[in-house]
């Protein structure tokens, strides 16, 4: 999977990361495409996938989903762990 399918959430409007996977799901190359998020955009990657399966792209599924935890370094040079989502749709 190439770097052009992954739709990466953070603080933007929800519908700005729709348009955006809407716009990779209609590429006549592009079957899947991965949405990743950490932290607190994790609810927001959620309501991404299913505003696109359930109002604008029907014929796409949850293919898979996983989590994780991300060891981040703050500017203070602490680290501190984050959780990940990457939640996958396809045809």
Same mark, same amino acid.
Do not use: C, F, I, N
């Given at each position: 999977?190439?770097?052009e399918n992954i739709v990466f959430v953070?603080?933007?409007p929800v519908m700005n990361?729709?348009?955006a996977v809407v716009t990779q799901l209609n590429k006549k190359e592009t079957d899947n495409v991965v949405i990743k998020a950490r932290g607190r955009a994790i609810s927001?990657? $959620?309501d &991404?996938?299913?505003i696109v399966r359930n109002k604008f792209v $029907?014929? &796409?599924n949850v293919q898979k989903i996983s989590t994780?935890?991300?060891t981040i370094t703050r500017d203070d040079n602490s680290s501190a762990n984050?959780?990940?989502i990457e939640i996958t749709l396809a045809r």
């Open positions: 999977m190439s770097d953070g603080s933007k990361y729709v348009l927001r990657a $959620v &991404v996938a299913e $029907v014929d &796409v994780s935890t991300e984050v959780s990940a």
